[in-house]
């Protein structure tokens, strides 16, 4: 039987792979964007100004923008060297697709990805909107392939079914695929925090932007929880690493929302009744969160 001897997750935000001094390309597609979606509206740019005034101005001086970027390096740098010290023997990987793996031709709700190779290459954007710059921090500029789980994959697969999940599984890089390789939310994490050099893998790859069947939160903490199940009873592998690759509010940072969320995922205080966060019952046993 497998342990999960590491449990980590990070942003894939483009700004982390970003110069500061030229982060302002992203803000040129911010105000481009009529569907800016804050505490259940949408804004365009300057109806957005006017709800969140006074604004932040003071976090987009360069200064500030440097100081938070080697932050953010820096704790990209802890979880390399954690993931080193532990060198399991395999991970699973949970993201999301933006439209590179799957089209509208096809888009699954959740897909395990059970090919033996996992090709990870830079994707070019025609409207680069500032994301051209940050494909160094997801991909190679020669590309790259790593060892996928076959096996693994398949038990997951398995075990998922008895547990009433459907979900899709997929051998090889469709080809349609707009990336031509694994989405950008797993490559960031191989390249930038494994260094192109991780185990064998299992990328387990969710639908969350496109309507209308993206799994929603009780679903998820459901699928989370049958996804240890389904690893601790693997016998191929002993010590078994799980990541995540996402971020929390997107393009609008709701920082209450944030910190809500990361206390409850801290604590344990989730519930899956309607997709919720709560806070723990009393005396009930709390986790800390992972290194």
């Not at 160094?136 to 500029?141: I, R, S």
Request: proline fraction near 8%.
């Amino acid at each position: 039987m497998a342990d999960i001897v590491l449990g980590m997750g990070a942003s894939h935000g483009p700004l982390l792979s970003t110069p500061p001094e030229q982060w302002d390309q992203r803000a040129e597609a911010d105000r481009k964007n009529k569907s800016h979606w804050f505490r259940g509206k949408t804004y365009d740019y300057e109806s957005l100004l006017k709800e969140r005034a006074p604004g932040f101005a003071r976090e987009v001086e360069i200064g500030v923008r440097r100081d938070r970027h080697a932050q953010c390096r820096a704790a990209m740098e802890r979880l390399t060297q954690k993931f080193q010290q532990v060198a399991p023997d395999a991970v699973v990987i949970v993201g999301n697709d933006q439209r590179e793996f799957f089209t509208e031709e096809l888009t699954p709700s959740i897909t395990v990805y059970r090919g033996k190779d996992i090709r990870n290459v830079q994707h070019q954007h025609e409207e680069s909107s500032g994301l051209n710059i940050a494909e160094v921090g997801n991909a190679p500029e020669e590309s790259a392939t790593y060892p996928g789980a076959p096996e693994f994959a398949d038990h997951i697969l398995r075990a998922l079914g008895v547990e009433n999940f459907d979900p899709a599984q997929s051998s090889t890089t469709p080809q349609n695929a707009i990336r031509h390789g694994i989405p950008h939310a797993f490559g960031f994490l191989y390249h930038s925090i494994l260094g192109d050099t991780p185990p064998p893998s299992v990328p387990i790859i969710l639908n969350v932007h496109y309507p209308y069947n993206q799994p929603k939160t009780a679903r998820c903490l459901e699928l989370g929880r049958a996804l240890q199940r389904a690893i601790r009873s693997f016998t191929g592998f002993k010590r078994v690493a799980m990541m995540a690759s996402g971020g929390l509010t997107h393009f609008v940072v709701d920082e209450d929302l944030d910190q809500k969320v990361m206390k409850a995922m801290a604590t344990g205080g989730f519930t899956a009744g309607r997709g919720r966060y709560a806070s723990p019952p009393p005396n009930r046993a709390t986790r800390s969160s992972p290194p």
